[in-house]
């Protein structure tokens, strides 16, 4: 890590408009819920504000429409403590939405109309380059254009910054050459990683075989979670699994979200990566036995017991 210590985060953030219910909805099937409400999500705002709780100087650039939705997550973003000074309203579309069912598991399904989140452009980031020369962590998703997440990649590559992707919603396609090759870090789970590296995951031995592959495309570093199983990682050349606290799922929304802006804060503070492993499965750990997305993320003084 550089002697900077702010963390850059680039994404999407949504409106989160929350469903409970026994069952997924089947094709055709009108399902009666329960416990509906809305709250702040997508990816790159969860991520931002996970660093931001846990104690993180974070700045994040992301594209809201000119609309309540928008205004309110810009109020919650600068109320979180977050520097927003490079992110920017449009009045070409809507701001990103995300429609949410949960079951009693914790599971989740979502689905997502991007609106302004597919605006953010190659240019918006460049427009941010002051943001990338004080960065010592960059920490992007797949919910913007893939244009701009090359961009951003590079722009962290040419200014020292340690690159993290946590490559979600899982590619339908492979990604691009020009995107890994500037990825220091990639945190895949378990289906981004099955898609990632074509490897179908059962045992730990596929785990250590699909980060193998992913580390063919140009990637440094592979992290890949599991859910409640743990973490995967390969640390200097030997496979480490780190064990999930064992807790009470409720809604896993956002746990990977967590996770990830909880190791930047860790990895910031010059942690190693098992250290910051340990700290981003505590801080998921919490976020899971609440609801919502941004709603369930916990603040240090919780993490820190
Ligand atoms: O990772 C969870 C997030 O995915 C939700 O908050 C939703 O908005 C989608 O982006």
């Known amino acids: 890590m550089n002697e900077k210590n702010k963390i850059l985060v680039i994404g999407s953030a949504n409106t989160d408009m929350v469903i409970s219910a ?11 819920g329960y416990d509906f409400m809305t709250n ?34 810009m109020e919650m973003l600068r109320k979180e403590g977050i520097d927003v000074s490079y992110s920017s309203v449009s009045d070409q579309a809507s701001s990103g939405v995300a429609l949410i069912c949960t079951i009693p598991s914790g599971e989740n399904s979502i689905i997502i109309d991007s609106g302004t989140n597919g605006l953010l452009s190659p240019d918006d980031v460049m427009a941010a380059e002051p943001l990338f020369a004080e960065a010592a962590v960059m920490l992007m998703q797949l919910e913007t ?3 701009t997440v090359i961009k951003a990649a590079e722009l962290g590559k040419k200014h020292g910054a340690c690159v993290i992707l946590n490559p ?13 090759r500037n990825v220091d870090l990639l945190i895949p789970n378990e289906t981004e990683a099955e898609s990632i590296s074509g490897v179908n995951i059962q045992t730990d031995e596929d785990v250590a075989k699909a980060m193998d592959e992913i580390q063919k495309l140009g990637v440094k570093n592979v992290i890949i979670t599991v859910g409640c199983k743990g973490v995967y990682a390969r640390i200097n050349g030997k496979l480490v699994k780190v064990p999930a606290f064992k807790v009470k799922a409720v809604d896993t929304t956002a746990a990977g979200d967590t996770f990830c802006g909880a190791l930047c804060v860790s990895l910031c503070k010059g942690n190693n990566l098992e250290e910051a492993i340990l700290f981003a499965n505590k801080a998921s750990s919490i976020s899971v036995t609440r609801r919502g997305a941004q709603m369930s993320m916990p603040y240090l003084n919780e993490v820190n017991v």
């Not at 979600?168 to 890994?180: N, S, W």
């Open 22 to 32: 026994g069952h997924f909805p089947k094709p055709g099937e009108t399902l009666i």
């Open 40 to 73: 702040h999500g997508g990816k790159g705002a969860n991520q931002a504000v996970a660093a931001a709780r846990l104690g993180g100087d974070t700045a994040f650039i992301c594209k809201l429409g000119d609309d309540s939705f928008g205004h309110s997550i």
């Open 145 to 147: 254009p893939i244009d």
């Open 168 to 180: 979600a919603p899982a590619p339908t396609g492979p990604l691009p050459e020009a995107l890994l």
